[in-house]
């Protein structure tokens, strides 16, 4: 695949740069990275130069549309990738923060049976510069505000395309200057990955999608649990929780009837008191391929209030961006119409 401004090393970008001075390596590099900036942006370095790496180093993502709701604060973005694949990341303006929801492949193999991109089946892994390149786009586009927080929530699962994730993490933080605690990772329970993850040296937050705590229900909600089932994930994480020092969260997207009754939320306190877990808990979000309604409000009011008197900390997510289908498991590919991509 084309080489994009992105994928280069720092080690590539000199071996490119050979006929220039060598402070012009870390110009460049500090000019993509820590300023934000394509490469004709950047005015300290000769126009020649300039023109000449705006064609060797492309954009890996090309903005094939652009929405916004919430009054501006939340921006979602479609991409289109080298090879005819596309992809989303959102933008979401708080009081308090800016946080940008990055994909990590196009299309996902989880296959979780309410959420959007699972329901599009998997295309590919992204590669460590398509992921950078989703936080660089979204930095630009917050100024003059910072972006202070990444989650890896977009499309795909992060853990299944590890490698290049954890390049994209540790880039993220070295050179976008973005802490590592301000850095989401997050699974539907790839054990392995989980298990990676706790030797790794910079401490990211992980945050594990459950929506079921017992092993039939989740199931049929993430099938990835017939592969590591409840008990097996929880050992896993328990001893991630105790390498890192690190509180778990645990995402609960509640569905009515399906995984929001007091039973369900007895069960999930039992899942998540013992890993001193916090729940963040998310009304199911309409998808096309999964016609069942999210909770309530005043049901998901009640199990946060169950859940907190079941001694376990809970939060409601707030939903932004439901409109645009910007929400929590409702990213997939579109046309600019919105009409489903047919396969």
Same mark, same amino acid.
């Given at each position: 695949?084309?080489?994009?401004?992105?994928?280069?090393?720092?080690?590539?970008?000199?071996?490119?740069?050979?006929?220039?001075?060598?402070?012009?390596?870390?110009?460049?590099?500090?000019?993509?990275?820590?300023?934000?900036?394509r490469?004709?942006?950047?005015?300290?370095?000769?126009?020649a130069?300039?023109?000449?790496?705006?064609?060797?180093?492309?954009?890996?993502?090309?903005?094939?549309d652009?929405?916004?709701?919430?009054g501006?604060?939340?921006?979602?973005?479609?991409?289109?990738?080298?090879?005819?694949?596309?992809?989303?990341?959102?933008?979401?303006?708080?009081?308090?923060?800016?946080?940008?929801c990055?994909?990590?492949?196009?299309?996902?193999?989880?296959?979780?049976?309410?959420?959007?991109?699972?329901?599009?089946?998997?295309?590919?892994h992204?590669?460590?510069?398509?992921?950078?390149?989703?936080?660089?786009?979204?930095v630009?586009?917050?100024?003059?505000?910072?972006?202070?927080?990444?989650?890896?929530?977009?499309?795909?699962?992060?853990?299944?395309?590890?490698?290049?994730?954890?390049?994209?993490?540790?880039?993220?933080?070295?050179?976008?200057?973005?802490?590592?605690?301000?850095?989401?990772?997050?699974?539907?329970?790839?054990?392995?990955?989980?298990?990676?993850?706790?030797?790794?040296?910079?401490?990211?937050?992980?945050? /594990?999608?459950?929506?079921? +705590?017992? &092993?039939? %229900?989740?199931?049929?909600? #993430?099938?990835?649990?017939? $592969?590591?089932?409840? *008990?097996?994930?929880?050992?896993?994480?328990?001893?991630y929780?105790?390498?890192?020092?690190?509180?778990?969260?645990?995402?609960?997207?509640?569905?009515?009837?399906?995984?929001?009754?007091?039973?369900?939320?007895?069960?999930?306190?039992?899942?998540?008191?013992?890993?001193?877990?916090h729940?963040n808990?998310?009304p199911?979000?309409?998808?096309?391929?999964?016609?069942?309604?999210?909770?309530?409000? /005043?049901?998901?009011?009640q +199990?946060? &209030?169950? %859940?907190?008197?079941?001694? #376990?900390?809970?939060?409601? $997510?707030?939903?932004? *961006?439901?409109?645009?289908d910007?929400a929590?498991?409702?990213?997939?590919?579109?046309?600019?119409?919105?009409?489903?991509?047919?396969?």
């Open positions: 695949m084309p080489r994009s401004a992105y994928d280069l090393s720092r080690e590539e970008l000199a071996a490119l740069l050979t006929d220039e001075p060598a402070y012009r390596t870390r110009q460049v590099w500090d000019g993509l990275h820590t300023r934000a900036l490469p004709a942006e950047m005015t300290d370095l000769p126009l130069l300039r023109q000449r790496l705006d064609e060797q180093l492309p954009a890996a993502l090309g903005e094939a652009r929405r916004t709701a919430d501006g604060d939340t921006v979602k973005w479609l991409w289109d990738l080298h090879d005819g694949r596309r992809v989303e990341t959102v933008l979401m303006a708080y009081p308090d923060r800016v946080t940008v990055v994909s990590t492949q196009a299309g996902c193999a989880m296959a979780c049976a309410f959420c959007a991109t699972g329901q599009m089946g998997f295309d590919r992204l590669t460590t510069g398509e992921i950078v390149e989703q936080v660089v786009a979204a630009r586009a917050a100024k003059p505000r910072r972006v202070s927080n990444v989650v890896f929530m977009g499309m795909g699962e992060p853990l299944a395309n590890y490698d290049r994730m954890w390049a994209a993490v540790e880039r993220i933080h070295a050179d976008l200057g973005i802490s590592a605690r301000h850095l989401t990772v997050s699974t539907v329970g790839l054990v392995p990955g989980i298990r990676r993850l706790a030797g790794e040296s910079l401490p990211v937050n992980l945050a /594990v999608s459950l929506h079921a +705590a017992n &092993d039939a %229900l989740r199931d049929r909600l #993430v099938p990835m649990n017939r $592969r590591y089932p409840l *008990g097996v994930l929880a050992e896993t994480c328990a001893a929780v105790a390498a890192t020092g690190r509180r778990l969260s645990v995402e609960w997207a509640l569905i009515e009837g399906t995984n929001d009754r007091p039973s369900d939320m007895a069960e999930l306190a039992r899942f998540a008191r013992p890993l001193g877990a729940v808990l998310i199911l979000n309409p998808t096309p391929g999964y016609p069942v309604r999210g909770s309530s409000p /005043v049901r998901v009011a +199990a946060r &209030d169950e %859940l907190e008197r079941l001694g #376990v900390n809970a939060t409601v $997510r707030s939903t932004r *961006g439901a409109e645009i910007a929590c498991g409702q990213l997939a590919v579109r046309t600019v119409v919105g009409t489903p991509r047919v396969r």
